[in-house]
């Protein structure tokens, strides 16, 4: 993702859209190439993620125009046995 700082790079989660990224990239970035992929546009995207993940717990970095973020799954209840009784 060329042209991602932290600074330009938003992140938003939604249980009925899922998950979107958008970089608001502009032609006068620091360090930037002068060839490949042009960075006068937006970069956007969405994906939708499992019913399972924990949104609240995410966490994301750019570094070197490599955006990773972890997303980790929710805890869930273990099992419980339920005890039959004679009636």
Same mark, same amino acid.
């Given at each position: 993702?060329?042209?991602?700082?932290?600074?330009?790079?938003?992140? *938003?989660?939604?249980?009925?859209?899922? /998950?979107?990224? *958008? $970089?608001?990239?502009?032609?006068?970035?620091?360090?930037?190439?002068? &060839?490949?992929?042009?960075?006068?546009?937006? &970069?956007?995207?969405?994906?939708? /993620?499992?019913?399972? $993940?924990?949104?609240?717990?995410a966490r994301a970095?750019?570094?070197?125009?490599?955006?990773?973020?972890?997303?980790?799954?929710?805890?869930?209840?273990?099992p419980v046995s339920?005890?039959?009784? $004679?009636?």
């Open positions: 993702m060329p042209g991602a700082f932290p600074d330009n790079t938003k992140l *938003h989660w939604d249980e009925r859209a899922g /998950l979107s990224i *958008h $970089v608001q990239r502009g032609d006068n970035v620091d360090g930037a190439p002068l &060839w490949g992929e042009p960075l006068g546009e937006d &970069w956007y995207r969405s994906f939708s /993620l499992p019913d399972y $993940v924990d949104a609240c717990e970095a750019v570094y070197g125009g490599v955006l990773t973020i972890q997303i980790p799954k929710q805890a869930r209840p273990a339920i005890p039959i009784t $004679v009636s």
